[in-house]
């Protein structure tokens, strides 16, 4: 079994359309699961939208970013909201909680946007156990991926397997480039790969100015930063 997850796109299309053709390149996933924060933060939240809507088969889980934007809680947010459509803020305001999928028994994997409790705390690569484990009590997956945080890595803590899927719109870890990762599963264990995509960092830059986005150079800056 072979899943890709993605996570994070916040509104940046020409990352998502780099993304989709680079999986698109590859033999046809079993699943697809898109991680959450889908158009918050960019110039081109609607067209974002459109095409993660288009996409055949894909499972979705709610970012912490799509509840804002339901709800208008920021500037961000209320631009995004302000480009699409109430078909739009109701599909994303539907959206799960979590994915599931059950490769064998005992190899469960589980999606979530930021951790299996909520949509807010992080899960860093410095974490502290004592800080992480609190936030799987309950959870019986040995696999668990998520975005939220954008530097892509993978932890074992007792006898699980963490993965952060990072961002395929906004890098946050000095590498400007989109995120995707593939989960294999070989029959035994599950495999982990994290994929690195160019696009046109500078077009997106230039499109925060051309929307008209609210503190367009400040938004075009972090793009270009990649950095917390």
Do not use: C
């Not at 390149?25 to 158009?39: C, K, N, S, Y």
């Not at 799960?96 to 589980?110: D, K, M, S």
Request: charge should be negative; charged fraction near 25%.
């Amino acid at each position: 079994m072979r899943v890709v997850i993605f996570s994070d796109i916040h509104g940046n299309v020409v990352a998502l359309e780099a993304v989709l053709a680079a999986i698109r390149r590859e033999a046809t996933p079993d699943a697809l699961i898109v991680a959450g924060d889908l158009v918050a933060d960019g110039p081109r939240p609607a067209e974002t939208l459109a095409l993660l809507r288009d996409l055949p088969d894909a499972r979705f889980v709610i970012g912490n970013t799509d509840q804002d934007v339901v709800y208008e809680q920021d500037d961000d947010s209320a631009f995004a909201r302000s480009q699409l459509s109430a078909d739009d803020l109701h599909w994303l305001e539907n959206l799960p909680f979590n994915q599931r999928i059950a490769a064998a028994p005992g190899h469960e994997l589980l999606v979530v946007h930021a951790n299996p409790r909520n949509l807010r705390d992080s899960i860093k690569p410095d974490h502290s156990p004592v800080i992480i484990r609190p936030l799987f009590e309950g959870v019986t997956q040995e696999i668990v991926a998520f975005g939220h945080y954008h530097v892509p890595f993978v932890r074992e803590i007792d006898g699980r397997t963490l993965v952060n899927v990072a961002s395929a719109g906004l890098p946050r870890d000095g590498v400007l480039r989109a995120v995707y990762v593939t989960l294999t599963f070989d029959g035994r264990t599950w495999q982990v790969a994290h994929h690195r995509i160019a696009f046109d960092v500078q077009a997106v830059a230039r499109d925060y100015h051309a929307v008209g986005y609210p503190d367009a150079e400040h938004k075009a800056e972090r793009l270009l930063r990649a950095r917390y």
